[in-house]
């Protein structure tokens, strides 16, 4: 396995990249995927952690056996416990019969810990004993169950740090960093970039039957000189939106220009997006949300207007087809609110505090999702307890 090519790595672990330090992380996933070690994945979010935990197991001895993957994020943190490692009848209300937890679950195989980092600490100290003994109690019980599972964890977070604050255990976490994989973010790799715009759309075109004519040279300069917060998911996500806006035809700079908002934001100023510029962590958390809340809305106001080009198209001679469509996406109306009112002229418009505008769009987002939290949280790509955090503190 250690002398296995990178072309070749690539392709057994789906992560693809020439530059030097994918390289090493992909060597260094060959070299740890065939132990039983336990490996920290560190990297932000959109990088590609999943990925990797996927490789890792793949490349094992365990590959024929279960893979689960939990996102301590997203499990309410008075329930954690249980879901990893199972209750027994009555051991709290609503324990109705017995239940094995996701450590019994992937007994023989692997499990993955997603957003480690947001893992409370008593939940910590029952982990830390399953690493060292492989053994653990269930909620409520009293006889000891062993398992055989090797554990893979990742974080966006810097535990260091979070050792530091007390917010996590000093030895689970040099129990865990022994062997630690880094993720670089797709900003300190853009030699990467071309090869996975490419990538990401013959992908889209071939699994949807779409003849792409592709991204024009100065497209994807363009698109070189954008910083891809959301790393590598944002670009798969940004490619198959353009594929599908732009109907296949060529992808040509004033699209890019317009749906990454790079007017204002190349200057490092925008009138329509609040930059994280010595913000706090929670001010970068809520603008965050907000730029991403306002693309999704954008993305949603072009797709109405390509739709009903669309079905106009459909009553004129020659039916539904492309040639019937306008030659270039429509440009959405900024979604710029006037005043700190909300009312402009007796109408009431959206509201333009930060907190406001934040408020108005997750409810938004709950209402397109019909109020379920578990897919409002992946469509702002934050954890389900900040959501919930959100939901309590504007009271929707």
């Not at 793949?58 to 008075?78: D, H, Q, W």
């Not at 604050?165 to 865990?176: A, G, I, P, S, V």
């Not at 996406?329 to 934040?358: F, H, I, R």
Request: proline share 6%; glycine share 8%; charged share 25%.
């Amino acid at each position: 396995m250690q002398n296995i090519s990178i072309e070749e790595l690539q392709k057994l672990t789906g992560f693809y990249g020439s530059n030097p330090r994918v390289e090493e992380l992909l060597q260094t996933i060959a070299m740890v995927a065939p132990t039983d070690l336990s490996v920290l994945i560190n990297g932000e979010s959109g990088t590609g952690k999943e990925v990797v935990a996927n490789a890792i197991h793949r490349l094992s001895k365990r590959k024929n056996r279960t893979l689960v993957s939990v996102n301590c994020g997203a499990i309410p943190e008075g329930i954690l416990e249980s879901e990893l490692f199972g209750h027994e009848k009555g051991s709290f209300t609503g324990a109705v019969g017995q239940k094995k937890g996701y450590f019994e679950v992937a007994d023989k195989g692997t499990i993955f810990l997603d957003e480690i980092g947001e893992m409370p600490l008593n939940t910590q100290v029952k982990l830390l004993r399953v690493l060292e003994t492989s053994e653990f109690m269930r909620v409520g019980g009293t006889e000891i169950q062993k398992v055989d599972v090797r554990v893979i964890a990742a974080t966006n977070r810097n535990l260091e740090q979070a050792v530091q604050e007390n917010q996590f255990r000093r030895d689970l976490y040099y129990r865990l960093k022994a062997i630690t994989l880094i993720i670089p973010p797709l900003r300190d790799r853009k030699d990467d970039l071309p090869g996975l715009i490419d990538l990401f759309a013959r992908q889209f075109a071939d699994k949807n039957n779409i003849n792409f004519k592709g991204f024009s040279p100065d497209a994807v300069n363009l698109m070189m000189q954008y910083d891809w917060p959301g790393n590598v998911r944002e670009v798969r996500n940004f490619v198959e939106t353009a594929i599908i806006l732009n109907r296949g035809e060529v992808v040509r700079p004033d699209y890019v220009r317009n749906a990454l908002n790079m007017q204002n934001t190349m200057s490092g100023s925008s009138d329509m997006l609040p930059m994280p510029v010595n913000k706090t962590p929670e001010q970068v958390e809520r603008e965050l949300i907000y730029r991403t809340l306002v693309a999704m809305k954008l993305e949603i106001t072009e797709l109405k207007q390509m739709f009903a080009s669309f079905i106009q198209g459909a009553s004129m001679p020659g039916g539904p087809y492309p040639n019937n469509l306008p030659s270039s996406p429509p440009v959405p109306v900024s979604y710029m609110p006037q005043d700190s009112s909300g009312v402009e002229n007796g109408n009431e418009v959206k509201p333009t505090t930060l907190a406001g505008m934040e408020r108005e769009m997750i409810k938004e987002t709950l209402n397109r999702f019909g109020g379920s939290r578990r897919k409002t949280a992946r469509a702002l790509q934050i954890s389900e307890r900040t959501l919930y955090r959100k939901i309590k503190e504007y009271g929707l």
